[in-house]
């Protein structure tokens, strides 16, 4: 079992080194964090005796990790490769994860897209031990992701400058088909802070047609409580909506 102790002036000192400088990896893995730990909680409270309920929990089982491989491809293919293009051997370590991880989430889809084949008076115990099995895989990750904010951001850092960032990220995000984006912003609108929210409301608004940024404004209005939205309502100038808590 890994074990990490928590050094939080370690982990304070490396947040203020990346204070005003462009994070790659802050919304994305807000996202992930959040619909890892969300797809954990549901899948332990499910009741293997009910149908749907069962089928729910191993149908967003496999959608969590079909949006783990996609994550990992992005990584591998963008910012991997600007880490080693100047910073040659510095996401050796981190590479060689995303292989394990991509092995489990075959592992994981597998036992989730079986359950429905194992007879019912065994389905407790394999929901069980799903439970478990996905439990790693999330620690796993929530460790994987502390490694890549920090080691891999600080050398992003150091060897580009944050036009070059945003141009790379422009980049990665101009490849995402628009299901994925708004599957992907599902869960990372309701994750972000005020701030990083706005900032990603005002990027979008900025940089895409109309109808996208009406559809992720759509989206916002559903994943957000009513305090949260009207301050990014108003963050986008939009008009004043009658009822609305400002």
């Known amino acids: 079992m890994q074990s990490n102790a928590i050094e939080f002036n370690a982990i304070a000192a490396t947040a203020r080194t990346g204070e005003g400088r462009f994070n790659l990896y802050a919304g994305i893995h807000k996202a992930l964090r959040h619909t890892m730990t969300d797809t954990l909680i549901a899948l332990g409270r499910t009741d293997a005796a009910d149908e749907a309920a069962l089928r ?16 990992l491809e992005h990584e591998n293919r963008f910012i991997h490769a600007a880490l080693q293009l100047r910073c040659p051997g510095v996401c050796d370590a981190v590479a060689r994860e995303h292989e394990d991880h ?7 889809s597998a036992a989730a897209r079986g359950m429905a084949a194992v007879p019912a008076d065994q389905r407790a115990s394999a929901m069980h ?7 790693l ?18 050398a992003l850092w150091a060897a ?14 101009a490849g995402i088909p628009p299901q994925e984006m708004m599957q992907t912003l599902h869960w990372m609108l309701p994750a ?3 701030t990083e929210r706005l900032d990603l409301l005002n990027d979008v608004q900025a940089k895409a047609p109309a109808p996208v940024f009406d559809a992720v404004l759509d989206l916002a209005r559903l994943r957000l409580n009513q305090a949260d939205f009207a301050r990014l309502a108003r963050g986008v100038n939009l008009p004043p909506v009658p009822g609305l808590v400002v």
């Open 137 to 154: 895989f999330v620690a796993d990750n929530l460790q994987h992701m502390h490694a890549e904010e920090t080691r891999h951001n600080a």
């Open 56 to 71: 729910n929990a191993c149908d967003r089982t496999v959608e969590l990790m079909e949006m783990c491989e996609r994550h």
């Open 192 to 194: 972000m802070n005020a």
């Open 160 to 173: 580009y400058d944050d036009l070059e960032l945003i141009a790379l990220h422009d980049a990665l995000v």
């Open 102 to 108: 991509l092995r489990a989430t075959q592992q994981l």
């Open 129 to 135: 031990a799903l439970y478990l099995a996905l439990a």
